[in-house]
């Protein structure tokens, strides 16, 4: 590049002495000539000139590293001139490490769980270019302050029951029609020697609590509030409210009653999942990834249930994904040349929701075959009410930043001996000083 604009100064000042020469007609000519000829080479330079673009990520056990890396080969093939640089997720809380990333100043172009950050800066994505927009269901598409700014990447069905099929036929036990069912199936299982639960720990602050406020809390609360995340952000509620102090309750009176595993505080997300399969406990509730796992690996050994709530508030969550281009990027251009390439790509689309049981936001829908455990997790869900995520709500109807993650803080506290209005007191404390820098 640095040849070309020397070679175009240099053809600039020869014109300028041919015309003060006098030849002015041949000399604006040939002027006008070598300025085509040197924006054309510049164009064609800037053509072949080949841009890296980083793209911010997390690895699972299903999402593993060769999932995301057979995306990056395939885009590159198709596209020469831009690489990807992948940039890995670390720590128990991604929304925290991408804030941090993006307070350094080293927030990749491209970022996955957009919704986790953009509730705590707007601006911190690019507007999604109409075309774009264009290829999703006008239904995934949120909007922050009348603006979208984030591409609606997956739908996730969320939390179930999964159990050991041998545990269960072992005592003469089957998925539970009540909640009374349910309880009674811990305790029998308890009562034989077996850990009847399992969950994550430390490792995962997720991974605690929220599996159970997902499956039960979130439902009994919408029930109650249909517009509770309305009221909650007006003060008109609190996160101590009784309905949520009830529901919590319940779940506390599992863990009092030893029914999970001693050991999971110790344990990140995978670990306990591991411990799971390996029957260390005959119960761990989980996402549809799970499913999506036991499929790949031709394990049959485990069923799926939906756990039956303890007020009838039966139903589930179906929250959206997104993900967003930083507003900052210097490779604006490529980033979306990226994404557009992704989600008209059914192969490599499909490649990833696949691994983890994920349905597509595109109106042109990207569909996979399913295993047994997948089949049975979404048949269980007929009849049911399709409830928000109080949590993963996005655009302008949703909680203000750091609520999740003080949520899910709270619920490691439950789980280890505090008081819930106490843990939940904690959580409110964060609303209301989001709600105050608002």
């Given at each position: 590049?640095?040849?070309?604009?020397?070679?175009?100064?240099?053809?600039?000042?020869?014109?300028?002495?041919?015309?003060?020469?006098?030849?002015?007609?041949?000399?604006?000519?040939?002027?006008?000539?070598?300025?085509?000829?040197?924006?054309?080479?510049e164009k064609?330079?800037?053509?072949?000139?080949?841009?890296?673009?980083?793209?911010?990520?997390?690895e699972?056990?299903?999402?593993?590293?060769?999932?995301w890396?057979?995306?990056?080969?395939s885009?590159?093939?198709?596209?020469?001139?831009?690489?990807?640089k992948?940039?890995?997720a670390?720590?128990?809380?991604?929304?925290?490490?991408?804030?941090?990333?993006?307070?350094?100043?080293?927030f990749?172009?491209?970022?996955?769980?957009?919704?986790?950050?953009?509730?705590?800066?707007?601006?911190?994505?690019?507007?999604?270019?109409?075309?774009?927009?264009?290829?999703?269901?006008?239904?995934?598409?949120?909007?922050?302050?009348g603006?979208?700014?984030?591409?609606?990447?997956?739908?996730?069905?969320?939390?179930?029951?999964?159990?050991?099929?041998?545990?269960?036929?072992?005592?003469?036990?089957?998925?539970?029609?009540?909640?009374?069912?349910?309880?009674?199936?811990?305790?029998?299982?308890?009562?034989?020697?077996?850990?009847?639960?399992?969950?994550?720990?430390?490792?995962?602050?997720?991974?605690?609590?929220?599996?159970?406020w997902?499956?039960?809390?979130?439902?009994?609360?919408?029930?109650?509030?249909?517009?509770?995340?309305?009221?909650?952000?007006?003060?008109?509620?609190?996160?101590?409210?009784?309905?949520?102090?009830?529901?919590?309750?319940?779940?506390?009176?599992?863990?009092?009653?030893?029914?999970?595993?001693?050991?999971?505080?110790s344990?990140?997300y995978?670990?306990?999942?591991?411990?799971?399969?390996?029957?260390?406990?005959?119960?761990?509730?989980?996402?549809?990834?799970?499913?999506?796992?036991?499929d790949?690996?031709?394990?049959?050994?485990?069923?799926?249930?939906?756990?039956?709530?303890?007020?009838?508030?039966?139903?589930?969550?179906?929250?959206?994904?997104?993900?967003?281009?930083?507003?900052?990027?210097?490779?604006?251009?490529?980033?979306?040349?990226?994404?557009?390439?992704?989600?008209?790509?059914?192969e490599?689309?499909?490649l990833?929701?696949?691994?983890?049981?994920?349905?597509?936001?595109?109106?042109?829908?990207v569909?996979?075959?399913?295993?047994?455990?997948?089949?049975?997790?979404?048949?269980?869900?007929?009849?049911?009410?399709?409830?928000?995520?109080?949590?993963?709500?996005?655009?302008?109807?949703?909680?203000?930043?750091?609520?999740e993650?003080?949520?899910?803080?709270?619920?490691?506290?439950i789980?280890?001996?505090?008081?819930?209005?106490?843990?939940?007191?904690?959580?409110?404390?964060?609303?209301?000083?989001?709600?105050?820098?608002?």
């Amino acid at each position: 590049m640095k040849k070309v604009i020397a070679l175009f100064l240099a053809l600039v000042m020869m014109t300028g002495l041919v015309a003060c020469g006098g030849k002015s007609e041949s000399g604006d000519n040939n002027s006008a000539k070598s300025a085509q000829s040197s924006q054309s080479s510049e164009k064609k330079a800037n053509e072949n000139e080949q841009v890296t673009i980083s793209w911010g990520i997390y690895e699972t056990d299903n999402l593993t590293a060769d999932k995301w890396d057979a995306v990056i080969s395939s885009f590159e093939a198709d596209n020469p001139n831009i690489k990807i640089k992948k940039v890995v997720a670390v720590g128990d809380s991604r929304p925290n490490f991408w804030m941090t990333m993006a307070a350094s100043g080293t927030f990749p172009d491209i970022v996955t769980e957009a919704e986790q950050l953009v509730v705590y800066e707007p601006s911190i994505f690019a507007e999604v270019p109409a075309d774009i927009q264009d290829l999703f269901e006008p239904g995934a598409i949120a909007t922050y302050g009348g603006k979208v700014v984030t591409v609606p990447y997956m739908k996730q069905l969320r939390m179930q029951c999964y159990y050991n099929k041998a545990d269960f036929e072992a005592y003469g036990l089957s998925e539970p029609k009540t909640f009374d069912e349910f309880l009674n199936i811990c305790k029998t299982l308890k009562d034989a020697g077996k850990i009847p639960l399992i969950c994550g720990g430390t490792g995962d602050v997720w991974a605690t609590g929220e599996p159970w406020w997902i499956s039960v809390t979130n439902q009994s609360i919408l029930k109650k509030y249909p517009n509770f995340i309305k009221q909650i952000n007006s003060g008109e509620l609190t996160w101590t409210d009784p309905v949520i102090i009830e529901t919590l309750g319940v779940w506390k009176s599992l863990i009092d009653a030893g029914y999970y595993h001693p050991g999971c505080m110790s344990w990140s997300y995978s670990q306990a999942a591991a411990e799971f399969q390996n029957g260390e406990a005959s119960m761990m509730i989980d996402g549809s990834w799970a499913a999506a796992g036991f499929d790949a690996a031709g394990n049959e050994n485990f069923g799926v249930f939906v756990i039956p709530s303890p007020d009838g508030a039966d139903g589930y969550c179906c929250p959206v994904s997104y993900w967003g281009v930083s507003a900052k990027s210097q490779q604006e251009e490529a980033a979306w040349t990226f994404i557009k390439w992704f989600f008209t790509n059914k192969e490599a689309y499909g490649l990833l929701l696949k691994a983890d049981g994920l349905n597509s936001t595109t109106k042109d829908p990207v569909t996979y075959e399913q295993g047994p455990v997948m089949t049975k997790f979404v048949k269980n869900l007929e009849g049911l009410e399709l409830y928000p995520e109080i949590v993963k709500a996005v655009g302008d109807n949703s909680l203000p930043g750091g609520i999740e993650n003080a949520l899910c803080k709270a619920m490691q506290m439950i789980f280890t001996g505090m008081d819930i209005t106490e843990a939940m007191q904690s959580v409110q404390n964060e609303q209301e000083m989001a709600m105050n820098e608002k």
